[in-house]
């Protein structure tokens, strides 16, 4: 009680200066958001709707957007999933046993992290394209992986990839294995511990990882333009019918498209600020407890 | 939602089986890869095109289309794109794939004019009131004028605009090579941004209002101009010019895979009926056809040109000497 007393003085003594440096901290936070996400994003809705609803809705519903939001959500489809399933045996990998190359395995998980994307497009088509190490052979069994959806599917996968395990390993790491070894001692199978004891423990920051993966998939540029082969209405992703639009002089059908990549965006980072609301005790790695 | 997010992937997994087996219904489907600022052309072409099948033949043809830097599309189909028709900015992009194998060696025997439906040239599109003062190709290399043309290496417009600037160089008084390149050199030093495509350059001009003139082929020019605002750009004819002659070849080997040799043969000679030549005219394409020709005659400049041929031995010593890895593109030193 005293203390509350006490403090309430002090506050109002707090030098001006001290006072000023906090609104000006604030005020450049903000500014710097307010110019650099919130005016380009509301800058994307106005552009998509400059030439009003009925362009905006055209847009949309033209068959070569729609057949870009189907082959968007198909690869997405595909990607994640495996995504999940690799992101979770990775981690469940590293933090649980040492092995030899564990730190390769580290690194290699972070590498489509640091090359570029575009980069990540050319190896499939040095590996897969017809002039490619395995070109040949695919065309002599009449395989299309390159210019045609799998390929998408591939290079989505690869720039996608770190997303989960990087989410997890470090939840992971910090929960440690007691619970499992608990659970093995009472007599539970494999599978029992993990759908029992890992899966709960680590089902929010999956989710989250599994949010940015998405997220990623659905927006992602670079790695599937040099793949895809740019063919309308077969094997544009929404990104690259953004940029076809855009080229076509059609700017409100461009930004009516970009604006639905936007909404994919903003539920993204809704999802993500309530998840780390409602669960932020359970996506920082829970590292004081027992510590 | 998640009805119709159902019946949508449902779809595409049906979709997919069929592309996987190969069972597709009667209709026929070709993919025309082709060079940046034809997007339009090809739409209205293509639907005629179909219109014209339907009825002579009862099926349903379908035209998908790739648009990109000429240079890069090459390199697409070269890497297994599956084009059944190429329609380049340049014949060496389409012997780069016909040195793959992929098509025959004739393929510019195969069709009237050199297998050329229409003809083109390249102009300077500067901005309202010319602001810079620019009408020749002199003017592009004064200090302070910034011009924009796309990557020679990708594009196959940048290509002719390149050959076009040093034509002009070796056709002046006492020009030679060495003076021309001096001149291309100067000109590509006052290039702020290499796009990969014409496309790309036109945008950047336009609607990102970087530079002062835009090296632009005549349809690329008079197209931007129609769709972003008469009153906002002006079109600059200078003394002399090329001769672009973008060619178009069926690629041999898709077409006999796929069996689709004859709508693919079909197509490209349609693009020299009167009715394709019409539509070649109206966006802004020279057509060979003396009807189309007479019609659309007042929206083309009367510009002084020269071939490729007659000025560099054709596009394969074209390419070797000037755009080839370590060639004379190469040695400007440009974006060093």
Redesign the interface.
Known sequence: MAAVVSAAPLRRHRPIGRRLVHGLLIGVALGFLLLFLLLPLAAVFVEALRKGLGTYVAAIVHPEALAA???T??VA?IAVPLNTVFGVAAAWAMTHFDFRGKALLGALIDLPFSVSPVVSGLIY?LL?????WF?PWL?AHDI?L????PGLVLATIFVTLPFVARELIPLMQAQGSDEEEAARVLGASGWQIFFRVTLPNIRWALLYGVLLCNARAMGEFGAVSVVS??????TNTLPLHVE?L????N?AGAFAVASLLALLALVTLCLKTFLEWRYGSELAARAPRGH | MSIS?RR??L??LLW?AA?ATGVHAADVSL?NVSY?PT??LYKDVSAAFSAQWKKDKGDTVTV?????GSGKQAR?V?????ADVVTLALAYDIDAIAD?GLIKPDWQQRLPHNATPYTSTIVFLVRKGNPKGIKDWNDLIKPGVEVITPNPKTSGGARWNYLAAWGYALKQPGGNDAKAKEFVAALFKNVPVLDTGA??ST?TFV?RGIGDVLLAWENEALL?RQ??GQDQFEIVVPSISILAEPPVAVVDKVVDKRGSRAVAEAYLKFLYTPEAQDIAGKHYYRPYDEKAATKYAAAFPKVATFTIAEQFGGWKQAQATHFADGGVFDQLGVGK
């Not at chain 1, 390159?146 to 959806?149: C, D, H, K, S």
């Not at chain 2, 998908?64 to 990109?68: C, I, K, R, T, V």
């Not at chain 2, 070269?78 to 599956?82: A, N, Y």
């Open positions: 939001i189907e082959l959500l198909l489809v088509v897969f394209g017809a002039q490619g070109g065309q299309k390159i210019f045609a959806v082969g740019h063919i309308r209405g077969l076809i855009y080229n076509d002089y700017y | 997010l949508t992937l779809g595409s997919l592309a993919l940046d997007r339009e998908n289309a790739s648009h990109g697409s070269i890497d297994g794109l599956e793959k496309r790309g945008t609607q931007a769709e972003l």
